[in-house]
């Protein structure tokens, strides 16, 4: 019978997975303003409910969803990707 060397319990697992999707998602939340290569961006809601996360962006693996208004765009849409290196906090919002 194989032995478990590092048992992980349901907890610990979904709380390695929050703090991943919660680094992932970075300073954006409602209010912040933020750039890349790709735009100007206004985050108007954030949510980290896998399923409705699912159901805006249309991927069966999404852990979170973003809507943001595209300024250069001037439209609004969501999004799942992960904050990177090159995106830049322009606005914050107090705490």
Do not use: C
Not at 1 to 26: K, S
Not at 48 to 61: H, K
Not at 77 to 94: F, S
């Amino acid at each position: 019978m194989a032995t478990n060397l590092n048992p992980a319990t349901d907890a610990d697992m979904n709380e390695a997975l929050r703090q991943v999707v919660a680094g992932q998602i970075g300073p954006r939340k409602p209010g912040v303003v933020y750039g890349n290569a790709d735009g100007i961006y206004e985050v108007l809601a954030v949510t980290t409910d896998r399923a409705e996360a699912r159901r805006i962006l249309r991927r069966r693996a999404a852990q979170f969803a973003i809507v943001v208004h595209d300024r250069s765009a001037d439209t609004v849409g969501a999004i799942g990707a992960a904050w990177t290196g090159t995106d830049r906090v322009l606005k914050a919002v107090a705490a």
